[in-house]
């Protein structure tokens, strides 16, 4: 993951990771100004405004009300915004191509995909995973990979079943993870656990795709990969603190956490307590 600069017309925040790039950006200029959005970009509105205007591709400009929590499919399209009449806050989420080809070749679609050009919509799922991933720039990433390439993989489904007119409403078949298979996953994470697990390489062990190694480990284990990482580096992180005297610091980092804070919050969320309250009562 890598931080943004600021601009100086807007406080832009981006982040980046495999086959993904967020910004979280405010608006700051008023008044009429061109402003073009990047291609095959989605973006989500979060702030309301009585009166904009946009135009697409060069042509006639239009001014429309803008309701919060609005979405945007540019597609291949040039969309300009050419005046605001107060600030205005999104989120752009560019996804790779590559990433919708290959999930549509996997299930036997047509390639190469291409998203619908919609804008000034509502759509729940798209706002709801804009959101969260909000949450990660802003915090730097401290959910980690697991759990951003999981919204990722949604949105993507999301997007091809919703958008783009070539995956049904049917479920894809989903593979099996035989049992010899799954304890080399589960060996394999429990060697790793202070690593940057990715569900690309946990994939690879199968070998399977991310999307249905994802949806298979879900099936059989009864959590999604990163709540069963999670959950793993928590467990580790109880033993820990019972039979070392490492600091609760030093075992956030043994156990996979890039931020003692984090580790701190999630072994609270999960466990009820604190490490420290964890620790005194061994």
């Given amino acids: 993951m890598q931080p943004s600069k600021l601009q100086p017309t807007a406080s832009i925040l981006k982040a980046e990771w495999n086959d993904l790039i967020v910004e979280y950006a405010c608006l700051?200029?008023?008044?009429?100004?061109?402003?073009?959005?990047?291609?095959?970009?989605?973006?989500?509105?979060?702030?309301?405004?009585?009166r904009v205007a946009?135009?697409?591709?060069?042509?006639?400009?239009?001014?429309?009300?803008?309701?919060?929590?609005?979405?945007?499919?540019?597609?291949?399209?040039?969309?300009?915004?050419?005046?605001r009449e107060k600030e205005g806050k999104y989120v752009n989420i560019m996804l790779d191509q590559r990433l919708l080809n290959q999930l549509a070749a996997e299930n036997g679609l047509s390639t190469?995909?291409?998203?619908?050009?919609?804008?000034?919509?509502?759509?729940?799922t798209?706002?709801?995973i804009a959101?969260?991933?909000?949450?990660?720039?802003?915090?730097?990433?401290?959910?980690?990979?697991?759990?951003?390439?999981?919204?990722?993989?949604l949105l993507a489904v999301h997007l091809l079943r919703n958008y783009s007119g070539v995956l049904s409403d049917s479920t894809p078949q989903v593979g099996v993870l035989g049992v010899l298979k799954l304890k080399q996953i589960k060996d394999f994470i429990e060697e790793n656990l202070a690593e940057k697990l990715a569900i690309a390489n946990l994939a690879v062990l199968v070998p399977m795709s991310q999307f249905h190694f994802a949806r298979a480990f879900k099936m059989q284990v009864g959590e999604a990969p990163?709540?069963?990482?999670?959950?793993?580096?928590?467990?580790?992180?109880?033993?820990?603190?019972?039979?070392?005297?490492?600091?609760?610091?030093?075992?956030?980092?043994?156990v996979g956490?890039?931020?003692p804070s984090h580790f701190s919050a999630q072994f609270s969320k999960l466990v009820g307590i604190t490490p420290k309250q964890f620790r005194d009562s061994a």
């Fill in 28 to 50: 700051e200029m008023v008044g009429d100004f061109d402003f073009a959005m990047p291609k095959d970009a989605i973006s989500v509105a979060f702030y309301p405004h009585e």
């Fill in 54 to 83: 946009w135009s697409v591709d060069g042509g006639q400009t239009q001014t429309t009300a803008l309701p919060s929590g609005s979405v945007f499919i540019y597609s291949s399209c040039e969309f300009v915004w050419h005046s």
């Fill in 112 to 124: 190469p995909v291409e998203l619908e050009y919609r804008v000034l919509f509502p759509d729940p």
């Fill in 126 to 128: 798209i706002m709801h």
């Fill in 131 to 153: 959101q969260l991933l909000k949450s990660e720039v802003i915090s730097g990433g401290l959910a980690g990979n697991l759990y951003v390439e999981s919204l990722r993989n």
């Fill in 226 to 254: 990163h709540r069963y990482v999670l959950q793993r580096r928590i467990e580790r992180a109880k033993v820990l603190l019972k039979v070392t005297r490492f600091s609760s610091a030093e075992i956030s980092y043994q």
């Fill in 257 to 259: 956490f890039s931020n």
